[in-house]
């Protein structure tokens, strides 16, 4: 039995030149997909950066208030009994603090410093009883800024 090859001589040709412009065009959208995601991924590092410094200073008020309540409480209530209002903001005393409102060397970026503020809000409260706190931190690296919220919700209990 004899074969015929004079038909199937320019198949190989077109079945190199399907395959390679199949690998061409995947090559292609692989690196148009890679050109896009590289821009984002700095400012993914950066948003998470601020979260995780927001929620640590939220953690830094959280337990100011847990351990100086008469003296959160005593600032709030001269704020807003003040005359005028506007001479003595509410919470002056807490919201002033270097540890909740300053600014933070950025170890990425020498031009561009970490700024945070913090300020307290009581929602609903029974005085040293039960208490719902929220506390929102701002967070501000160059153009990019985050806020983070923390609703708190305490029950004192008095142990004889």
């Keep these: 039995m004899s074969r015929k090859t004079g038909n199937s001589k320019g198949m190989a040709i077109i079945i190199v030149l399907v395959l390679s412009?199949?690998?061409?065009?995947?090559?292609?959208?692989?690196?148009?997909?890679?050109?896009?995601v590289t821009s984002v991924n700095p400012d993914l590092l950066l948003r998470s950066q601020l979260d995780i410094l927001g929620e640590g200073i939220s953690n830094i008020a959280l337990l100011k208030f847990k351990e100086l309540p008469?003296?959160?409480?005593?600032?709030?209530?001269?704020?807003?009994?003040?005359?005028?209002?506007?001479?003595?903001?509410p919470l002056n005393t807490f919201q002033n603090d270097v540890l909740l409102r300053g600014e933070l060397p950025n170890p990425n970026d020498a031009v561009h410093n970490a700024s945070f503020t913090t300020t307290y809000q009581v929602l609903s409260q029974k005085k040293y009883d039960t208490d719902t706190l929220e506390i929102?931190?701002?967070?501000?690296?160059?153009?990019?800024?985050?806020?983070?919220k923390r609703t708190i919700n305490t029950t004192r209990r008095r142990i004889f």
Aim: glycine share 6%; proline share 4%.
């Design 70 to 89: 008469s003296d959160f409480y005593y600032s709030y209530y001269k704020g807003r009994v003040a005359t005028p209002p506007r001479d003595l903001a």
């Design 136 to 148: 929102s931190v701002t967070v501000q690296i160059g153009n990019m800024k985050r806020e983070v």
């Design 21 to 36: 412009m199949a690998l061409l065009i995947f090559g292609v959208s692989y690196t148009k997909n890679i050109s896009q």
